[in-house]
């Protein structure tokens, strides 16, 4: 029985592949298991996560060696807030597109205002605080009244403070101060009786 020697595998030398921006190291490697670092096209991503093709039976692999980069669809929206500037639904966004979010009047940005995509992914933390709202009938439940205006109902921003005075003939009963401190929409009313 005679036996044929098996040919040798070889790469070829020059990667003729789409989107593949350059070969890192190649010189002089393209046998079996060879491997080789290689760059991919602005917004393209390599297929493998350590940027390497490997010399194999079937010519480098991974096949392809690079792909088109995940891109984002319209960004996720922000309760109590809202994107800067109109966004269409159907639009598609680049890695590295960034979005800016503002709040709605009275409410407070905590975190960064921008998101950005990142291969799919919309990437940034932010949330809308919650103003206080103290109207005429918490007022009166309450037994006092605003110290400056004479409003019957104020908003007071995160963080923002409201002062009161209890009404004519009522004493301040319970350990809450008569300046109160708004947070995340939540305010501890002074009660006057």
């Known amino acids: 029985m005679y036996f044929f020697p098996t040919p040798e595998v070889t790469c070829p030398r020059y990667i003729q592949e789409a989107h593949l921006y350059r070969l890192v190291n190649a010189w002089g490697k ?3 298991g ?5 760059e991919c096209d602005y917004n393209y991503d390599p297929a493998s996560s350590d ?3 490997t010399c194999t039976r079937d010519g480098w692999t ?3 060696l690079c792909r088109d980069a995940a891109h984002c669809s319209a960004p996720p ?8 500037l109109f966004i269409r639904s159907d639009a598609v966004h680049q890695i590295g597109d960034r979005v800016e ?3 709605q009047n009275k409410y407070i940005m905590d975190g960064d205002p921008f998101k950005t995509c990142d291969k799919g992914v919309w990437k940034g933390n932010m949330r809308c605080l919650k103003p206080c709202t103290v109207n005429e009938e918490s007022l009166s439940e309450h037994g006092i009244y605003f110290k400056v205006g004479d409003a019957t109902k ?6 923002d403070h409201l002062t009161f005075l209890c009404v004519s003939g009522k004493r301040r009963v319970g350990s809450v101060p008569m300046r109160v401190q708004c947070n995340d929409g939540q305010m501890t009313l002074p009660t006057c009786e």
């Open 30 to 32: 393209n046998k079996l």
């Open 77 to 84: 929206t922000l309760e109590n807030g809202d994107t800067k």
């Open 34 to 38: 060879d491997r080789v670092r290689y």
């Open 51 to 53: 940027r390497t093709a």
């Open 101 to 103: 979010y503002i709040c």
């Open 154 to 159: 104020m908003y007071a921003p995160h963080l």
């Open 62 to 64: 991974p096949k392809p």
